[in-house]
DNA sequence: AAAGTCGGCAAACAGTTGTTTACTGAATGG
DNA sequence: CCATTCAGTAAACAACTGTTTGCCGACTTT
């Protein structure tokens, strides 16, 4: 993070010699030092707990001074519910994608697979931190996340395909299909996180599977 | 874990006044403070990961000298080991106890929840444990976790009441569907264990909801 | 061009950590 | 009863931790 040195680089091209520091330069790097900061606590976090992370750790991840983090966050778990909010955002994204186009239970089916792994590919890190910290040490990180996880079912049984198979269902009944629904996805991305290509074959097939059960119990089912 | 002290107490009923040291008196000593040391790190472990134990800090809450733990354990990681090892094996008598008698799908519900429900409150702090660890941030402890849990689903497959209702099934689908069953208890138990009585009764109602529309769903299945 | 803001740094602070050392005294076995 | 074993101890070790301090120099505003 040594935005100063600047040692006297490729003379050549005066086109911007020492451009006149259009405004906003600075809240630019402070930004992508933070950022750095964020990224170093993620690629900590593959192998550690948010609970066992500390400052200086970070900091030389970042390739900062120890000073230096206390002009971002106050605190790390200041950090940890950023990386929280960020995790959380983006699976909700997620979720939104896989409901936004409506079809049939099989069509919905292989659709989740394969927006759940594309997520995972594209957030390996942040879906670790969730599963990691769900039921890690941070009791308020648990709650946030439990929160959110609450509202992503409500989401689901509001949803177009499901409303139409609980149609006359008692709310309890169809609050438990949701939270069935989410479990298991979220699960499935985390098991997906730390398998090889092969055996997230092997997941994939086995989550079709297990959500076309629950979606042929869900088309039997009598609330008795 | 001062066996040491002694003041010269209750100088009445001379039958064991300097009881003759029978053997084993030492091994059961040193069982005893290493019972201690696992049972303070159980207790440590209830608002921390295991990844962020310390050395001293268990011999703190164990009431010893830092140094007295190298006389247990080499490692803080073999004392994880052997927490591990106890809390899968008491999960499993949970499993065995689910499965030991047979009867009704009705019953076989209500009896599961009732006997997670029991191993909860005998256990909970082993199984906060495992809920931890089973995503934490020791690549070796996960491991162990995944591996006994197959062995779980397995036995589970085996099992009569599910064998009844799985004939002629293929292989895969059998086994996706003991596997959804050992993730559903398995969640049901870390859901339990930081919830309120209140929200335990909704947690158990929703879960018997959820275990009986996985068995309808099975009951309904048609492997196409 | 001068004055001010502020992100990042080096250094220092008092505590903490894991682990080893030599030791003590009770349990053990002849 | 005497010699041996050995669980637990106190003290010391270097290495590490979170956080504060004063400072510098590049960005920003006037």
Redesign the interface.
């Known amino acids: 993070m040594n935005h100063t040195s600047h040692p006297s680089g490729t003379p050549t091209v005066p086109a911007a010699p020492a451009a006149p520091t259009a405004p906003g330069v600075r809240q630019a790097q402070k930004q992508q030092t933070r950022r750095a900061l964020l990224d170093a606590a993620l690629g900590l976090l593959e192998?550690?707990?948010?609970?066992?992370l500390g400052v200086r750790e970070v900091t030389r991840a970042a390739g900062m001074s120890p000073a230096g983090f206390y002009r971002h966050f106050p605190d790390l778990s200041a950090l940890g519910v950023v990386l929280v909010e960020e995790s959380l955002a983006n699976l909700h994204d997620m979720f939104r994608a896989v409901f936004a186009e409506s079809g049939g239970a099989e069509q919905l089916i292989d659709r989740a697979v394969e927006v759940i792994a594309a997520h995972v590919r594209e957030h390996r890190a942040h879906v670790r931190f969730l599963?990691?910290e769900?039921?890690?040490?941070v009791?308020e990180v648990?709650g946030a996340i439990a929160a959110e996880l609450r509202s992503f079912a409500e989401e689901v049984a509001a949803a177009p395909a499901v409303r139409q198979v609980t149609e006359g269902w008692p709310a309890?009944?169809v609050?438990?299909?949701a939270?069935?629904y989410v479990?298991r996805m979220v699960?499935t991305a985390?098991a997906f996180v730390?398998a090889s290509p092969e055996e997230g074959e092997r997941i994939a097939?086995?989550v079709r599977?297990?959500l076309r059960?629950?979606?042929?119990?869900?088309?039997?089912?009598n609330g008795s």
Not at 47 to 52: E, F, K, R, V
Not at 134 to 137: A, F, I, L, Q, S
């Open positions: 192998q550690q707990n948010l609970s066992g599963a990691r769900r039921h890690g040490g009791r648990r309890e009944d609050r438990m299909l939270e069935l479990d699960s985390a730390e097939r086995t599977l297990q059960l629950i979606s042929t119990g869900s088309r039997h089912w």
